[in-house]
T-cell receptor, first 112, second 111 residues
Framework: KAGVTQTPRYLIKTRGQQVTLSCSPISGHRSVSWYQQTPGQGLQFLFEYFSETQRNKGNFPGRFSGRQFSNSRSEMNVSTLELGDSALYLC???????????FGQGTRLTVV | KQEVTQIPAALSVPEGENLVLNCSFTDSAIYNLQWFRQDPGKGLTSLLLIQSSQREQTSGRLNASLDKSSGRSTLYIAASQPGDSATYLCAVKGSWGKLQFGAGTQVVVTP
């Protein structure tokens, strides 16, 4: 059974650009959530989608947005990139909202 | 607001010694608690999930306990091996839906 797949694995972008990250959950899982990991702040919750609906949102500016498609795949978009957006972005999938979360390998975003 | 603390921040033990990692949380209204392992630059690997109604979970050399009333969980790793070297993170899931993570314990097991 395939795990959670995140693409791309690495990205280098320039300040002011925008970026889209993709996450394919485990087959049959309907919940996808996104986290940002930095050395200074640790793991911080961005948002969670369940059956194409955003269920919860973390404390991030509106430049961070996401969506979920009917096949449960999710995308996260960051517009007007800032140096501080450099981080490892992790996606997690669950079968139901309170079950075990499984994470992907992450996308390493570097903003220069 | 839920806060999750992991002590110690770093730990170094000789191979064969048992590991004891601690996690505390301030709000006992949780659905579950999950322990993860993270290797440098990699994603998170789920180790154990304990539902709020459970007191412990075991998987191989790993055992995790949960005391919801005191806001504590402990992860025990028996007979540590160099391959156990990693950062271990605990996370609690509350009614607000998200996982709240601790800062992690960095473990080094020396041969």
């Amino acid at each position: 059974k395939a795990g959670v797949t995140q693409t791309p694995r690495y990205l280098i972008k320039t300040r002011g650009q925008q970026v889209t990250l993709s996450c394919s959950p485990i087959s049959g899982h309907r919940s996808v959530s996104w986290y940002q990991q930095t050395p200074g702040q640790g793991l911080q919750f961005l948002f969670e989608y369940f059956s194409e609906t955003q269920r919860n949102k973390g404390n991030f500016p509106g430049r961070f947005s996401g969506r979920q498609f009917s096949n449960s795949r999710s995308e996260m978009n960051v517009s007007t990139l800032e140096l501080g957006d450099s981080a490892l972005y992790l996606c997690a999938s669950r079968g139901q909202l309170n079950t075990e979360a499984f994470f992907g390998q992450g996308t390493r975003l570097t903003v220069v | 607001k839920q806060e999750v603390t992991q002590i110690p921040a770093a730990l170094s033990v000789p191979e064969g010694e048992n590991l004891v990692l601690n996690c505390s949380f301030t709000d006992s209204a949780i659905y579950n608690l999950q322990w993860f392992r993270q290797d440098p630059g990699k994603g998170l690997t789920s180790l154990l999930l304990i539902q709020s109604s459970q007191r412990e979970q075991t998987s191989g050399r790993l055992n995790a306990s949960l005391d919801k009333s005191s806001g504590r969980s402990t992860l025990y790793i028996a007979a540590s091996q160099p391959g156990d070297s990693a950062t271990y993170l605990c996370a609690v899931k509350g009614s607000w839906g998200k996982l709240q993570f601790g800062a992690g314990t960095q473990v080094v097991v020396t041969p």
